[in-house]
């Protein structure tokens, strides 16, 4: 029995997780090159394997067919839309991610972009670096609504810090919502609409899955009917928002700032027109990056396809 293991973060903090795997009498290949594997050098590890845990990779149809023995295919994170879900489905493999192991980390890091845009952070900071004093006036997140589309665990874990900082939070979410007491009475806590939140927020984060609905939710119409001084916040997947309507509104100042973890295309081209404004920030996809979640998901990433492999 063989697992191939594409995501680099097993090298450093996947030591307890490979130890386990192979305690199960599996063999072990995991990527300690410090590089992404290419798609034909993932898929050439991968032809034999019974079980792949994968970062970004493109896992579709050709990957699938070529990997004859495969029983099951674990998402080292959520976010499933580089996986041919169904198709490996249907050929009954089974399809699982690593639900909760980085909803801190991305919740920390979407708070983190808001008090970046408030305080003026990569501003000041740049500032002081090219050795020049430029104090700029923030302001507090403290009293701002923050409207939350896709109320799944990282939106949820995102209100609740944000209601201890004493945030507005409006929520909408596809799915039925179903929050913890404390939140539920919470004076600064309501469900809404998706027109009402895009028109009232003041920080608006994204944190739904990208999906065929989800591609381009914000795009010219409703960046048109965003506050002038509303920061958009997406550490959800690039594709979420029309990247060419965001310019134009940022350009043109229709809302103030947008701060991402995620692009439709990472890395983005050198030419991309959006890192050359000063109210985009862009982070290199590390929402999740934190010793503790990337230890989480190796560990439990490395439990499922054990389980999957032995049951089978
Ligand atoms: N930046 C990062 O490093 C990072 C890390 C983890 C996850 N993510 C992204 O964040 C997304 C959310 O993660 P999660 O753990 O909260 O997942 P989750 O499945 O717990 O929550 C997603 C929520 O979105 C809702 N949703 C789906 N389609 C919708 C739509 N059309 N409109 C409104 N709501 C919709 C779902 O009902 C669900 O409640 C992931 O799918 C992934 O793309 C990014």
């Known amino acids: 029995m ?5 995501p680099r973060g097993f090298a450093t903090y996947g030591s307890e997780a490979i130890n386990f795997l192979e305690s199960k009498g599996i063999e072990v290949d995991y990527n300690n090159t410090g590089n992404q594997y290419s798609y034909d050098e993932f898929l050439e590890k991968s032809r034999d394997a019974d079980g792949l845990i994968v970062g970004v990779d493109q896992i579709d149809k050709n990957f699938i067919d070529n990997c004859s023995n495969l029983k099951v295919i674990c998402k080292f994170g959520v976010g499933l839309d580089n996986v041919d879900v169904r198709y490996a489905e249907n050929k009954k493999i089974y399809v699982e991610r690593t639900i909760g192991t980085n909803t801190k980390a991305v919740a920390e890091h979407v708070i983190s972009l808001m008090f970046a845009d408030a305080k003026n952070l990569y501003s000041s900071i740049k500032s002081v670096k090219e050795n020049k004093w430029i104090k ?13 589309i896709g109320f799944g665990s990282i939106g949820q874990e995102t209100a609740k810090l944000a209601l201890n900082l004493g945030m507005e939070i409006l929520a909408y979410d596809i799915a039925e919502i179903k929050v913890d007491s404390d939140m539920q009475n919470s004076d600064l806590f ?19 899955p990208l999906t065929n609905e989800t591609r381009n939710l914000i795009s010219e119409k409703e960046l048109n009917k965003m506050k002038e001084t509303a920061c958009l916040v997406n550490a959800a997947r690039g594709g979420v928002v029309d990247e060419k309507a965001l310019y134009h509104a940022l350009n043109n100042k229709n809302i103030r700032s947008a701060y991402f973890d995620v692009f439709s295309t990472e890395p983005p081209s050198e030419e991309e027109p959006l890192l050359k404004l000063d109210n985009f920030i862009l ?3 590390t929402g999740s990056r934190t010793v503790e979640s990337e230890t989480r998901t190796c560990n439990l990433s490395a439990s499922i396809v054990a389980d999957r492999i032995k049951n089978d």
Request: hydrophobic share 40%; aromatic share 2%.
């Open 136 to 148: 700029l006036t923030g302001s507090e997140i403290n009293g701002k609504v923050l409207g939350i």
């Open 2 to 6: 063989k697992v191939v293991i594409s």
């Open 190 to 208: 309501k469900i809404a609409s998706i027109v009402e939140i895009i028109e009232n927020s003041d920080y608006l984060s994204l944190n739904v």
């Open 283 to 285: 982070t290199p996809h």
